[in-house]
């Protein structure tokens, strides 16, 4: 079973950006549509995008024009860009592979 790391986390300013990595353990990801979600604290796990085998992207309404989902085979990498970052992008992220294997989440704090 295909293994998922997210990386790229932290504490940035509002406006601000960051990049999150989500690394495989096997190739084969690269068969699958990847997503990222986040679950801020009490709430449930939202869907912020998908990127397709190959390449189609999808966004939530919250983070269009924010966000850019993309992904790197050939490194069995899938990236989230997240640029405009406001004070309510705060939550952990997760990445997820062909709706069934998730990562461990990445903790993103948007405060000034």
């Known amino acids: 079973q295909v293994q998922l790391v997210e990386s790229g986390g932290g504490l940035e300013q509002p406006g601000g950006s960051l990049r999150l990595s989500c690394v495989a353990s096997?190739?084969?990801?690269?068969?699958?549509?990847m997503g990222w979600y986040r679950q801020a604290p009490g709430k449930q796990r939202d869907l912020v995008g998908t990127?397709?085998?190959?390449?189609?992207?999808n966004y939530a309404d919250f983070v269009k024009g924010r966000f850019t989902i993309s992904r790197d085979n050939a490194k069995k990498t899938v990236y989230l860009q997240m640029t405009s970052l406001k004070p309510e992008d705060t939550a952990v992220y997760y990445c997820?592979?062909?709706?069934?294997?998730w990562g461990q989440g990445t903790q993103v704090t948007v405060s000034s």
């Open positions: 997820n592979c062909g709706g069934a294997v």
């Open positions: 096997k190739s084969f990801f690269s068969n699958y549509i």
């Open positions: 990127i397709t085998s190959g390449g189609d992207t």
